[in-house]
């Protein structure tokens, strides 16, 4: 059974413009064995479930039950975005592929093509997350923290409104000896932001190829205050949102007192 579901992924994978149905044999075959008190390689029925469900989904245009079973898989991701590339909707693929994206999503050129495309797709109020401050604004100021030649910055996706955020990954990357990291400075227009993505307060503008006047700027490390509000991590969901309240608020004095010729 196992040898036909991964028989039957692969097909589907290749050639998708038909796709096979899954049954309900294989989908109770996989439940039966992801329930098992003990089997090593749960992980991958996990896996092949979650592509079964999704396929389900599919077929039935249920896009929101697609996207809740891949949601945080980047890896089932990719591979049900290679699947359903003719099927689900090309909106549906790209807020799919910018979710994916920011979980690790990166590492997967069916999820990294689809975002590199995607200013055709997104939605109109694609900004509605971004603190009230900038919303409006045409053009934005961006930071990147990377170890890429500054010939090279434009093709990196992930830029930050917030100096501090850049600051902290170019700490965080050195740390873990990722090598010398540089800190860019660029404008990108509103109409060449793919998405813009707020769920981990990292202020982030996904972009490519979209950023101008990229310059390098000296490190100045992060601030006191910035360190204050990453030194505690929580999983409360009412902690969570307060951070994320903070977050913004500290966001919004530093991007007044920046423009105001201040910071």
């Not at 077929?59 to 975005?81: F, P």
């Not at 991590?233 to 010729?261: H, M």
């Amino acid at each position: 059974m196992l040898n036909r579901i991964r028989k039957n992924i692969q097909s589907n994978y290749t050639y998708c413009d038909i796709i096979y149905k899954p049954t309900a044999k294989q989908i109770s075959f996989l439940d039966e064995k992801i329930m098992a008190p003990i089997l090593e390689d749960k992980n991958e029925y996990r896996l092949y479930y979650r592509i079964l469900k999704a396929e389900e989904a599919m077929l039935c245009g249920e896009w929101e039950s697609v996207s809740q079973y891949i949601c945080g898989y980047a890896e089932t991701g990719a591979i049900v975005l290679q699947i359903g590339k003719h099927i689900i909707p090309k909106p549906m693929q790209y807020q799919i592929a910018i979710d994916l994206y920011t979980d690790k999503g990166d590492m997967y050129s069916e999820i990294m093509d689809i975002v590199k495309n995607g200013k055709a797709y997104r939605p109109d109020d694609w900004n509605k997350e971004m603190p009230e401050c900038v919303r409006n604004d045409t053009t934005f100021t961006v930071y990147r923290a990377g170890g890429e030649n500054i010939d090279n910055a434009a093709e990196c996706m992930s830029w930050t409104l917030w100096r501090d955020v850049a600051e902290w990954f170019a700490e965080r990357h050195e740390y873990y000896r990722q090598g010398t990291q540089h800190l860019y400075k660029a404008t990108i227009s509103a109409d060449d932001v793919i998405a813009f993505t707020n769920s981990r307060q990292e202020f982030e503008i996904i972009q490519y190829r979209g950023v101008k006047d990229i310059e390098e700027i000296p490190r100045l490390g992060v601030s006191d205050k910035y360190k204050d509000l990453t030194a505690v991590s929580t999983f409360n969901l009412d902690e969570i949102d307060e951070k994320s309240s903070l977050a913004v608020d500290l966001f919004s004095r530093w991007y007044w007192q920046n423009k105001n010729g201040e910071a």
